[in-house]
């Protein structure tokens, strides 16, 4: 086995940040990917980055465990901060369409999310599907792989850790996420403002009418309207959030 340690060991950094970008990424870490794929999918992207080239040399490690297994877990902390920033960006989508879904009076309506393994609302699941197809078909999963390709060059491997970046780049995800949340639920909470100062309205002049029961068709009806007129905002939505990818890594680096 010692012949055979130098020829594995410039691929274990690389095994360790894949590996952890992978499980904390969006799309390849969701549950209906099953799990002989996504190890597959991480061998194949190791060792696809290892014969590219263009990164640092790994330190030899011959006779000191200690500083590989920290080296190790330096690079997987990496693509675990990578993975996060990219996923909590990723879950904006999910977020606005539950306020959809919850203005619609369909929260309680759950069904099995594929992506996340988690009851999810029928609207939620309808927007997150159509935003995953778009995103591949945008050429996300380029973008995902030209992130973590760039990464090197923030985050190089023989470097100390910079943990005030991994920290700012995730703070910055987790707030670019709210805001573009809450940006995708505007127009929906816009509508149905407007909508309860209609039946308020409606209920001071006819008292006899049961306003509760009658906005849930209203509430479904409009949620709807507003669904697809929302559909082609998502493809604009999963091109920008490609571009927040490459301008945060750049930035960072």
């Known amino acids: 086995m010692n012949w055979l340690w130098p020829m ?35 061998l194949l992207m190791t060792v696809f980055f290892g014969i590219s080239g263009g990164f640092a040399a790994m330190p030899p490690a011959e006779g ?42 369909m929260h309680d309506a759950g069904l099995l999310d594929p992506i996340t393994g988690e009851e999810s609302e029928s609207v939620s699941l309808l927007f997150e599907m159509v935003f995953a197809m778009l995103f591949l078909m945008a050429g996300g999963h380029l973008v995902l792989l030209t992130l973590l390709a760039q990464s090197y060059a923030a985050f ?25 949340a809450l940006k995708m639920a505007a127009p929906m909470l816009a509508a149905f403002l407007v909508l309860a100062v209609v039946l308020g309205v409606l209920a001071r002049v006819l008292p006899e009418i049961n306003i509760l029961l009658a906005s849930f068709p209203l509430r ?34």
């Open 8 to 42: 594995l060991w410039p691929f274990m950094p690389l095994l360790a940040r894949v590996g952890g970008f992978m499980t904390a990424g969006p799309i390849f870490s969701s549950a209906s990917v099953p799990m002989v794929v996504r190890v597959g999918l991480v």
């Open 64 to 105: 000191n465990p200690v500083a590989a297994s920290l080296l190790l877990a330096k690079e997987l902390l990496i693509g675990l901060a990578l993975g996060l920033s990219v996923n909590l960006i990723y879950l904006a989508v999910q977020q606005g369409a539950r306020v959809t879904a919850q203005q619609m009076g």
């Open 156 to 180: 190089p491997t023989a470097a100390s850790l910079d943990v005030a970046a991994l920290v700012g780049m995730v703070m910055s995800a987790s707030s670019a996420m709210l805001v573009l």
């Open 220 to 253: 479904i009806g409009l949620g709807l309207l507003m669904a697809a007129g929302m559909m082609p905002m998502l493809g604009s939505l999963a091109q920008w959030i490609g571009e927040w990818m490459m301008r945060t890594t750049t930035l960072t680096g």
